[in-house]
């Protein structure tokens, strides 16, 4: 069953057209990440969908009720949405303990006293502060804030939880460590999820369907693995994961193989859409797709070595093939001026 369903929804800000038909149905239980440059629309869905801004057009329905139809003239509140709202800044009471936040929400709708610690003690728990009950959030870390905002949207138990970049705020280390237990705390909760975020890795690490956004539109909507792997257009192959992409022609096809001619080498690829023999066509390799090969093999092409920086886990290196700098990782220091590259047909994608 699906919690939510967007249909033909748009909306107009400025006479600028911020979504423009959009639809998009999200499952019970699934985490959805918004994804997409700035200005594509992101915020301003999620906004619409809270009722924190009124759309012009379509449909809205969570759990089977419509919150929003522009012909039938509805339009539910954010307080009759059912919803659990995650924003950017943790929004704390400082003067409260953690439980007195957790606590505010069922306070709000009057829930008896009894059945509001019960509630808060085991929300807490679910998410790890049950030791921090009576702290202040003063006193807590970011991380820890940020949990306890997760306690309060979720204690009230609703059909559908917002976040509003969530972890944001939190230092590089600690947000790496919080995808994982944002993740796995929705999954345990059985809430149905949606959150916006500008960080890819993000999206990746916690969605189980990631939706691009590109100018009010959906782009594409599909599980992490798809997106990054099989894109749908130069667009989001582009968006996602900083690729090399390179001018070529095609040269022939057989089914969904592609032989492109680029820099004056013939490499066989994937088409991602029928390509016209002899006309333009981009070819696209992701840098961990890109590695070293031996003279004379199979998709191979000679490159010029120009740069090489020290990552940690791998190294960097930059190589020059035409007018064209591509780079990828290695575990190991490159040296020498040419290089032999080598991409994996199955791995270079050929956009019409």
């Known amino acids: 069953m699906s919690t939510l369903a967007i249909e033909n929804l748009g909306k107009i800000l400025g006479g600028n057209t911020i979504l423009d038909g959009l639809n998009l149905t999200v499952e019970t239980g699934e985490i959805v990440a918004l994804l997409g440059p700035s200005g594509s629309g992101k915020t301003t869905l999620l906004r ?9 057009a379509g449909r809205i329905s969570i759990d089977g009720r419509p919150v929003y139809d522009a012909a039938a003239r509805v339009n539910v509140p954010p307080e009759g949405r059912q919803l659990g709202l995650v924003f950017q800044s943790y929004a704390l009471w400082p003067h409260k303990t953690v439980s007195q936040n957790v606590a505010f929400g069922l306070e709000q709708r009057r829930v008896p006293r009894s059945d509001i610690a019960v509630r808060v003690a085991k929300v807490l728990d679910e998410i790890g502060l ?5 702290r202040y959030p003063g006193q807590l870390s970011g991380g820890q804030q940020q949990r306890v905002s997760l306690a309060r949207a979720f204690v009230t138990e609703p ?18 460590h919080a995808r994982a237990w944002l993740r796995e705390a929705l999954k345990a909760s059985g809430k149905t999820a949606i959150f916006v975020t ?5 999206a990746m690490a916690i969605a189980d369907r990631v939706a691009i956004l590109r100018g009010g539109k959906l782009a594409q909507y599909a599980p992490p693995e798809t997106v990054y792997d ?13 690729p090399n992409i390179m001018d070529a022609a095609a040269v022939s096809t057989e089914g969904k193989r592609v032989r492109v001619s680029v820099n004056g080498a013939t490499l066989e690829g994937m088409g991602v859409h029928d390509a016209e023999l002899g006309g333009k066509v981009r070819a696209v390799i992701r840098q961990e797709h890109l590695e070293l090969g031996q003279p004379g093999g199979e998709n191979t092409f000679p490159a010029r070595h120009v740069n090489s920086i020290f990552l940690g886990p791998v190294w960097e290196h930059w190589v020059e093939v035409g007018s064209d700098r591509l780079r990828f990782h290695s ?3 490159v040296t020498g001026e040419m290089l032999t590259m080598h991409v994996p047909v199955e791995k270079l994608l050929v956009f019409h």
Do not use: M, T, W, Y
Not at 130 to 134: F, N, Q, R
Not at 198 to 202: A, K
């Open 198 to 202: 500008h960080d890819q890795s993000e």
């Open 159 to 176: 059909v559908l939880l917002l976040l509003d970049e969530p972890l944001s705020n939190l230092d590089a280390k600690l947000r790496e």
């Open 331 to 333: 575990p190991q220091k």
């Open 48 to 56: 619409c969908i809270s009722g924190l801004e009124s759309p012009d």
């Open 230 to 242: 099989h894109p749908n257009s130069l667009f989001v192959a582009d968006f996602i994961g900083n």
């Open 130 to 134: 049950g030791a921090l009950g009576e």
